[in-house]
């Protein structure tokens, strides 16, 4: 028998004085990741994942643009400016993309940061950790993000722009801009850290956010209402004739402010559609669903919102774009017919780019939702509910307000121009059979990102037994 | 084997039950007979396969050897046969909990989102039952265990006794023949976990059905009718109870 000897000797300390050697230490310690814990490693690996398709969308998105900015020449000088447009319209789900991952990294740890502060760590050591870690894990995101968009310049180049596919050479981005991409993705993850380490309290207790998700409040409509009547007032000034500077200075402002009041309006017209169908839904999966919607209308916004200029832009472009293609054939000379083939061809790309953003930011956020409720979907399938039920909620609670987005993004964008929209669908149902397919195509992009998560829910119930 | 009888209605009966995961043995050779009506209290240090053993019963997990049969529900024609619970395939036993079993985990478990009413209905839902009819009887269920006038209350915004008693009337609303609770108190202060154990007992001892109650509380386990100890996955005092 052999006694086992007890480490008496004094525990290893730090180097005096070394600020962020423990911070860094710990952050080591924690990234190995712990046996049998699927749902520690999810918490480096999601994250990474996220920013990695961030990366690669925004640095694809960023070639598109950069290389259309530098087609002149064309009599209408309109190609930099539309995918500008383009490139604008996709900053939106680009970004709450990226906050989506960044959100992601600074969650989902908080066992671990209650378990450092019960063993004596500062709320200071713990923040610091925090935003390191996050920063971390995102710079190696991007970095992979960098190679996938390389991995995918040969395919991409496919597209066909000015009558011929594009080739891989001119997506080419300048090391400079690809530097800059990746350090803005981990600064976004470090503010986006700090923000959220504000918002908890790390006590050794556990960490509990400071207060609830703000509630919607009156000034909301106030503001939107304001900003409304200021857009109508511009735009009859625009009317009357101005300068192109304000011209375009009120065209950005204006659709600036668009975005503003749609992220608005956006959580309470989902709120509102939700609240109307739950006390009429009869089966468990759409309560659950609905229920899931009502308890974060302004998540659910976050992650479905992004396409919903997407589709308002797709359907006005589009109709008017339809209608200009209907122009008898000889009456076109060749560079406009390539101009109009263009544009239809960068309208579905725009749909798709926005669709796909959406659906990486629906697969990273329902992964981590899934680890974050996998006790309650573990004890589900004890008490017999069908997995496939379970599944059907998770789905629905993402593409049903995705769908109304959708929906009423189009029926807006239809009223607004309703003469073009009637008249593209009589003269041109082609064209809007393509955008109406696109959009089709978006929410089947989000779908599969759902459906993406569905193993994670397996292996999460399967523990159970 | 006796199924019937005048006093006792033997539910579950589980002959040598073992389960083994790798060289673990959880349970080696364990033998329970429940019966209807009856409140059966688990015991056993942390590890000694109490929820092992409930899991088995359950039909939650198929045991490595030995058998756990269910008869069949009060009431039901008397050509219904006993089932084999551990002979069961996976959606076969899934469907047997949802229908003869009730359960209450230690933390409720329950959906945040959902309400107090929604949250217990469920059961009702997932069995075809209209929404109306689910919720009616489920409000029911909640008036009888004093959650009267919350039914419209979401789960954060009851205290830890209270969401308890919700998860407890979910796992009465189908009336299910036996109620699996593991550790049900486990995370409430003693007022609390006294209030909620009576709800526990009385609801299903008083309509007749089985509980099945794992505890480490001795005041808990003197509640119930019978105690069962479990050492290194072993009943204490003889293979059978
Ligand atoms: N899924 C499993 N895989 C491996 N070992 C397990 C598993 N479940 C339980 N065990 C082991 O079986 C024994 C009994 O566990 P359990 O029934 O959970 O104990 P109790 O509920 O009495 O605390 C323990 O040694 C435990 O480690
Ligand atoms: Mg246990």
Redesign the interface.
């Given at each position: 028998m052999r006694t086992p000897t007890l480490p008496l000797d004094a525990p290893p300390r730090p180097a005096a004085g070394s600020r962020w050697g423990l911070p860094l230490l710990l952050v080591a310690h924690l990234s190995r990741p712990r046996p049998g814990g699927s749902g520690s490693r999810a918490v480096l690996i999601l994250p990474l994942v996220a920013f990695a398709a961030a990366t690669a969308l925004t640095l694809t998105v960023l070639a598109g643009v950069i290389m259309f900015l530098g087609w002149e020449g064309h009599e209408l000088d309109i190609y930099p400016t539309v995918a500008g447009l383009a490139g604008a319209i996709l900053v939106i789900p680009l970004l709450s993309l990226g906050a989506a991952a960044a959100r992601l990294s600074a969650h989902r740890r908080d066992d671990r940061l209650a378990t450092l502060r019960l063993l004596g760590a500062t709320s200071g050591t713990v923040s610091a950790m925090t935003v390191m870690e996050s920063a971390m894990i995102a710079f190696g995101g991007a970095l992979l993000g960098t190679l996938l968009y390389g991995v995918g310049l040969p395919l991409v180049g496919l597209l066909s722009f000015g009558g011929a596919p594009i080739g891989a050479a001119a997506l080419m981005l300048s090391p400079l801009v690809i530097v800059g991409v990746v350090a803005g993705m981990t600064a976004l993850a470090a503010l986006s850290a700090v923000l959220s380490v504000r918002r908890v309290v790390i006590s050794p207790l556990g960490v509990r956010m400071r207060r609830d998700a703000p509630p919607l409040r009156r000034w909301h409509f106030v503001v939107a209402g304001a900003v409304i009547l200021l857009a109508v007032g511009a735009l009859q000034v625009m009317q009357a004739g101005t300068s192109l500077l304000v011209m375009r200075v009120t065209f950005i402002g204006g659709f600036a402010a668009g975005i503003g009041v749609l992220n608005l309006l956006g959580p309470l017209v989902i709120a509102a559609i939700a609240r109307s169908q739950v006390k009429r839904?009869?089966?468990?999966e759409r309560?659950?669903a609905l229920?899931?919607v009502?308890?974060s209308p302004a998540a659910t916004w976050r992650q479905v919102g992004g396409v919903a200029v997407t589709c308002f832009v797709a359907v006005v472009a589009g109709s008017g774009l339809g209608l200009i293609s209907q122009v008898p054939n000889g009456d076109l000379d060749e560079p406009s017919r390539v101009l109009f083939s263009d544009m239809s061809t960068g309208i579905v790309l725009t749909i798709a780019m926005s669709f796909l953003m959406v659906a990486c930011s629906v697969g990273v956020g329902q992964a981590a939702a899934v680890y974050d409720r996998a006790?309650?979907y573990r004890?589900l399938?004890?008490?017999?509910?069908?997995d496939l039920?379970v599944s059907r909620a998770r789905r629905r609670a993402v593409l049903a307000p995705l769908r109304w987005t959708v929906i009423v993004s189009v029926l807006v964008a239809g009223v607004l121009v309703f003469p073009l929209v009637g008249l593209a669908v009589v003269l041109a149902p082609l064209s809007v059979l393509t955008i109406a397919l696109s959009l089709v195509g978006g929410v089947g992009f989000v779908w599969l990102g759902v459906w993406a998560t569905e193993p994670i829910v397996r292996a999460v119930v399967g523990a159970?037994? | 084997m006796p199924w019937t009888g005048p006093m006792h209605t033997v539910v579950i009966d589980a002959i040598n039950v073992t389960q083994s995961f790798g060289h673990t043995h959880a349970l080696s050779g364990v033998s329970v007979r429940i019966s209807r009506g009856e409140a059966v209290a688990m015991m056993g240090t942390s590890g000694s396969g109490k929820t092992t053993l409930l899991h088995c019963l359950?039909g939650?997990?198929q045991p490595t050897s030995g058998t756990v049969r269910l008869a069949p529900p009060i009431g039901a024609a008397a050509s219904l046969p006993v089932v084999t619970v551990s002979d069961l395939g996976d959606g076969e036993r899934?469907?047997?909990?949802?229908?003869r079993?009730g359960?209450v985990?230690q933390?409720g478990?329950l959906?945040?989102?959902?309400t107090a009413v929604?949250n217990a209905a469920?059961?009702l839902?997932?069995a075809g039952i209209?929404?109306t009819a689910a919720q009616q009887h489920a409000a029911h269920w909640l008036a009888a265990l004093g959650l009267g006038g919350l039914e419209d209350r979401r789960i954060g915004q009851l205290s830890g006794g209270q969401a308890q008693r919700v998860a407890i009337a979910r796992a009465q609303v189908n009336a299910p023949d036996v109620v699996f609770a593991d550790e049900p108190t486990g995370a409430l202060d003693s007022t609390t976990s006294d209030e909620v154990m009576t709800v526990l007992l009385d609801s299903t001892i008083d309509r007749g059905g089985a509980l099945v109650v794992v505890t480490h509380d001795e005041a808990v386990a003197a509640r119930c009718h019978r105690v069962l100890r479990l050492c290194d996955g072993r009943l204490v005092g003889g293979p059978h109870a």
């Open positions: 839904v009869k089966t468990p309560l659950i229920r899931q009502l308890e006790d309650l004890s399938h004890l008490l017999g509910m069908p039920m159970a037994e | 359950a939650i997990t899934s469907r047997l909990r949802r229908e079993f359960f985990f933390q478990l959906l945040p989102e959902l929604e469920l059961p839902m997932v209209s929404r």
